[in-house]
């Protein structure tokens, strides 16, 4: 006897979707740990332009990579001239090889 109700089924594989999905998550989740990394870098670039104190960023061998205002300032060369140069060769001859002062070093992990 047929009461007039139908019945429709259908099936369909959702793993594609599903796969679609999660890669959509990952890549969504990867631009906002992207855009955190560049506000943070931005964060130190600022600091490290603004230090009141001649700051420099050093390679393993000792050779300048950056260099702030006031390095520039108070050696009286370009960022340019800056870079390549060991702190050494900022010091004056007479004074190479002695302490000098406090000389803060902090290792940078990427």
């Known amino acids: ?10 099936l369909a594989d959702l793993s594609e979707a599903k796969r679609a999905e999660l890669e959509y ?3 969504a989740a990867r631009e906002v ?4 990394s560049i506000a943070s870098a931005q964060r130190v670039s600022l600091l490290f332009e603004s230090a009141p104190d001649a700051t ?7 050779r300048i990579l950056h260099a702030n205002a006031e390095a520039e300032r108070m050696f009286q060369r370009s960022r340019e001239e800056l870079l390549g140069l060991t702190i050494e060769a900022l010091v004056p001859e007479r004074f190479r090889g002695r302490t000098l002062g406090i000389v803060r070093v902090t290792r940078l992990t990427r």
């Open 25 to 27: 998550a990952t890549i």
């Open 1 to 10: 006897m047929s009461d007039g109700i139908g019945y429709l089924a259908v």
């Open 33 to 36: 740990e992207a855009a955190e």
């Open 56 to 62: 420099f960023e050093v390679d393993e061998r000792g």
